[in-house]
Nanobody, 123 residues
């Protein structure tokens, strides 16, 4: 079965950095668009960054210039490098895979989900 397993979350001070990883199995990873969502308490889950199989990327405006999404198809892994972190970046971060290639930006456009990893940025 398909599994997406995130790692790399934690507690960091404002201005610091974290690198999230998501290891995928049970799917043809190189054919999938991959994304990182986040959900803060009381808020909806939102797409933060996405990367197509060919490497084209998309970022939410509030993270542009601070976050970088990348993928290693040989390792079936997608990464999210987060720099200059702010307290408002605090959330549970989820990895997701889109095999239908709908190119949409909502949760319904992604087929598979990881369990999430907590990122907490202290001020």
């Amino acid at each position: 079965q398909v599994q997406l397993v995130e790692s790399g979350g934690g507690v960091v001070q404002a201005g610091g950095s974290l690198r999230l990883s998501c290891a995928a199995s049970g799917l043809q990873f190189s054919n999938y668009r991959m994304g990182w969502f986040r959900q803060a308490p009381g808020l909806e889950r939102e797409l933060v960054a996405a990367i197509r199989s060919g490497g084209t990327t998309w970022y939410r405006n509030v993270v542009k210039g601070r976050f970088t999404i990348s993928r290693d198809n040989a390792k079936n892994t997608v990464y999210l490098q987060m720099n200059s972190l702010k307290p408002e970046d605090t959330a549970i971060y989820y990895c997701a895979g889109d095999g239908r290639l709908l190119w949409g930006l909502t949760t319904t456009d992604f087929d598979y989900w990881g369990q999430g990893t907590q990122v907490t940025v202290s001020s």
